[in-house]
């Protein structure tokens, strides 16, 4: 019996956490495995991850975990994974392999004997063959899959656009056409379809330098350009590099993440051009730096606040800086986006964004969804990754290219699309255990993103305690101020950490009458005043807590 099942455990009716299970004969290919920021992160919770004891229940049966791309959104849960899921396989291209390996390097991964595999070619696992091929992404390395069986073939796209990107990828359609060509129906077209309310085609949106560059012309040479965008979007802050180096003006990569995957590329493609490269620290100091401020959706917009409301100790905003922002929205933080304009718009007024209408990520929009059923004829059409209102528009769109409606099928987490012998036979069934699960520190491993942010901080930065008692009345210090750190004060240092902390402290309380005196303000005042002056004296940048005790 040739049986087909595809269900996803994340990434419908959803912007994030992306999962999906195809099973033939039994068998099962998992593909990609992600995770998504909660709208409101408060409480402590980072991340969410896919509930996997579907896939604890069935491990035997695993063929392997697909990996597409390294996006938050399709890879990020993969520790997660290997935390339940023992002696796993995971086929991904060179570069997704080089991003994933240093990812779980991060997590504490026991007896999983888990193997990375680059996939390349074709592979036959006998009930069925997995061939990879090249797409043209945001990101270097992305990969689309076709799953051949007996029966047909089940063509698996994300994350991608129409075109040629050079470094980026080149989706070629007639390599596709040829790959499927193997005297089988296409039978399912599983793709993308979150921008499918979105007009035209994605690679018309893409390009960004003919909208900016207008900026680094008017922009004096003691003036910085400051550009936020998402970390992810590399073609995009390539255009930038390019508009950086056609200026000459050197750049300051403001995020660990696009920092890292910066450096892999340029060691990748050792012939392109690149312009200066300057040491974060020196945001501050470099007149005519392009500086790109990068992060993951919610996480970007916090930075570009904490800038913006002078809490950085490195960037400050500027009222001569030209601000650049290239990172609409994704639904239901548009109050998040509308705030951090705000904020950095009291700093500078020289300030312009691009949005959702005149920018679209590496996503198949309208016309490229319509382009690509009208090209490739599947028998079947799954929309995955978006909101349930735009899975139904990219029906409607199949439609339009000629699709039979009952062949478009949207589904939603957990919900089977069931098949036999290339025919849908049912969509009744779900499996029983899907949904969130929350990461917040205390969660699996206790090793969350920021739980690693945290760790990585008191490493590299250490930390400093403050203590002193505090008289009830008179509001002043009664005691010597005790100091204590970790990782941070040396021989050679002290003296110098102890001055400055001693001079901010006791500067608080001179010459202010007790009704004047507001402890909690004064503490939060110190961290910062303290953080930064220590930044300027030694480079580091430690963790500081202060307790004032009130007797």
């Given at each position: 019996?040739?049986?087909?099942?595809?269900?996803?455990?994340?990434?419908?009716?959803?912007?994030?956490?992306?999962?999906?299970?195809?099973?033939?004969?039994?068998?099962?290919f998992?593909?990609?495995?992600?995770t998504?920021?909660?709208?409101?992160?408060?409480?402590?919770?980072?991340?969410?991850?896919?509930?996997?004891?579907?896939?604890?229940?069935?491990?035997?049966?695993?063929?392997?975990?697909?990996?597409?791309?390294?996006?938050?959104?399709?890879?990020?849960?993969?520790?997660?994974?290997?935390?339940?899921?023992?002696?796993?396989?995971?086929y991904?291209?060179?570069?997704?392999?080089?991003?994933?390996?240093?990812?779980?390097?991060?997590?504490?991964?026991?007896?999983?004997?888990?193997?990375?595999?680059?996939?390349?070619?074709?592979?036959?696992?006998?009930?069925?063959?997995?061939?990879?091929?090249?797409?043209?992404?945001?990101?270097?390395?992305?990969?689309?899959?076709?799953?051949?069986?007996?029966?047909?073939?089940?063509?698996?796209?994300?994350?991608?656009?129409?075109?040629?990107?050079?470094?980026?990828?080149?989706?070629?359609?007639?390599?596709?056409?040829?790959?499927?060509?193997?005297?089988?129906?296409l039978?399912?077209?599983?793709?993308?379809?979150?921008?499918?309310?979105?007009?035209?085609?994605?690679?018309?949106k893409?390009?960004?330098?003919?909208?900016?560059?207008?900026?680094?012309?008017?922009?004096?040479?003691?003036?910085?350009?400051?550009?936020?965008?998402?970390?992810?979007?590399?073609?995009?802050?390539?255009?930038?590099?390019?508009?950086?180096?056609?200026?000459?003006?050197?750049?300051?990569?403001?995020?660990?993440?696009?920092?890292?995957?910066?450096?892999?590329?340029?060691?990748?493609?050792?012939?392109?051009?690149?312009?200066?490269?300057i040491?974060?620290?020196?945001?501050?100091?470099?007149k005519?730096?392009?500086?790109?401020?990068?992060g993951?959706?919610?996480?970007?917009?916090?930075?570009?606040?904490?800038?913006?409301?002078?809490?950085?100790?490195?960037?400050?905003?500027?009222?001569?800086?030209?601000?650049?922002?290239?990172?609409p929205?994704?639904?239901?933080?548009?109050?998040?986006?509308?705030?951090?304009?705000?904020?950095?718009?009291?700093?500078?007024?020289?300030?312009?964004?691009?949005?959702?209408?005149?920018?679209?990520?590496?996503n198949?929009?309208?016309?490229?969804?319509?382009?690509?059923?009208?090209?490739?004829?599947?028998?079947?059409?799954?929309?995955?990754?978006?909101?349930?209102?735009?899975?139904?528009?990219?029906?409607?769109?199949?439609?339009?290219?000629?699709?039979?409606?009952?062949?478009?099928?949207?589904?939603?987490?957990?919900?089977?699309?069931?098949?036999?012998?290339?025919?849908?036979?049912?969509?009744?069934?779900?499996?029983?255990?899907?949904?969130?699960?929350?990461?917040?520190?205390?969660?699996?491993?206790?090793?969350?993103?920021?739980?690693?942010?945290?760790?990585?901080?008191?490493?590299?930065?250490?930390?400093?305690?403050?203590?002193?008692?505090?008289?009830?009345?008179?509001?002043?210090?009664?005691?010597?101020?005790?100091?204590?750190?970790?990782?941070?004060?040396?021989?050679?240092?002290?003296?110098?950490?102890?001055?400055?902390?001693?001079?901010l402290?006791?500067?608080?309380?001179?010459?202010?009458?007790?009704?004047?005196?507001?402890?909690?303000?004064?503490?939060?005042?110190?961290?910062?005043?303290?953080?930064?002056?220590?930044?300027?004296?030694?480079?580091?940048?430690?963790?500081?807590?202060?307790?004032?005790?009130?007797?």
């Amino acid at each position: 019996m040739n049986k087909i099942n595809f269900f996803a455990l994340g990434g419908l009716d959803e912007n994030g956490k992306n999962a999906y299970v195809l099973e033939i004969k039994n068998k099962i290919f998992i593909i990609n495995s992600g995770t998504k920021v909660p709208i409101n992160s408060h409480n402590g919770i980072d991340t969410l991850i896919c509930n996997y004891e579907y896939l604890e229940k069935r491990q035997k049966d695993i063929v392997g975990l697909f990996v597409t791309d390294v996006h938050n959104a399709t890879f990020s849960a993969i520790p997660w994974l290997l935390m339940k899921i023992k002696n796993l396989k995971i086929y991904t291209s060179a570069f997704n392999k080089i991003v994933l390996l240093d990812r779980i390097s991060k997590y504490n991964i026991e007896n999983s004997h888990y193997e990375i595999k680059t996939i390349n070619s074709t592979i036959d696992f006998e009930f069925a063959k997995v061939t990879p091929f090249d797409l043209a992404g945001g990101l270097p390395g992305q990969l689309g899959f076709n799953f051949e069986y007996e029966k047909g073939n089940i063509l698996f796209m994300v994350n991608f656009v129409d075109g040629d990107l050079g470094p980026y990828g080149k989706t070629d359609f007639e390599n596709i056409k040829k790959i499927i060509n193997n005297g089988k129906p296409l039978e399912t077209l599983i793709m993308d379809s979150g921008l499918s309310a979105y007009s035209g085609k994605s690679i018309e949106k893409l390009w960004i330098s003919k909208k900016i560059e207008y900026k680094f012309k008017e922009t004096t040479e003691d003036s910085r350009i400051i550009v936020g965008l998402y970390d992810e979007d590399m073609i995009t802050a390539h255009e930038i590099l390019i508009l950086a180096k056609r200026y000459h003006r050197p750049v300051i990569t403001y995020g660990r993440t696009y920092s890292q995957l910066i450096n892999l590329v340029a060691k990748i493609n050792p012939e392109l051009q690149w312009p200066e490269f300057i040491d974060y620290r020196l945001a501050n100091d470099v007149k005519n730096a392009v500086i790109l401020v990068t992060g993951a959706i919610e996480r970007l917009y916090l930075r570009f606040i904490r800038i913006a409301s002078n809490n950085d100790v490195y960037l400050k905003l500027k009222n001569n800086d030209a601000v650049i922002v290239v990172a609409p929205p994704v639904n239901g933080l548009e109050v998040n986006y509308a705030l951090t304009l705000d904020e950095i718009a009291r700093n500078t007024s020289n300030l312009i964004e691009l949005g959702s209408d005149q920018y679209y990520p590496c996503n198949p929009a309208k016309e490229d969804i319509r382009n690509i059923i009208k090209m490739l004829k599947p028998k079947y059409y799954i929309p995955i990754q978006g909101l349930y209102r735009y899975l139904v528009v990219a029906t409607h769109v199949a439609r339009e290219a000629g699709m039979n409606l009952n062949n478009c099928l949207v589904l939603q987490n957990g919900k089977i699309a069931e098949f036999e012998n290339g025919e849908l036979i049912s969509q009744k069934h779900s499996i029983r255990t899907v949904g969130d699960v929350v990461i917040d520190g205390l969660g699996i491993g206790d090793i969350s993103h920021e739980v690693i942010n945290e760790r990585e901080s008191l490493a590299r930065d250490g930390i400093i305690t403050i203590s002193s008692l505090v008289d009830y009345k008179k509001k002043t210090p009664i005691n010597e101020l005790q100091i204590s750190s970790y990782g941070i004060i040396t021989k050679e240092n002290k003296e110098t950490i102890y001055k400055i902390i001693n001079d901010l402290f006791y500067k608080e309380f001179d010459d202010k009458k007790p009704n004047e005196i507001d402890l909690k303000e004064i503490k939060e005042k110190l961290r910062k005043s303290i953080k930064r002056k220590i930044a300027k004296a030694i480079d580091k940048e430690p963790m500081t807590v202060i307790t004032l005790y009130e007797i």
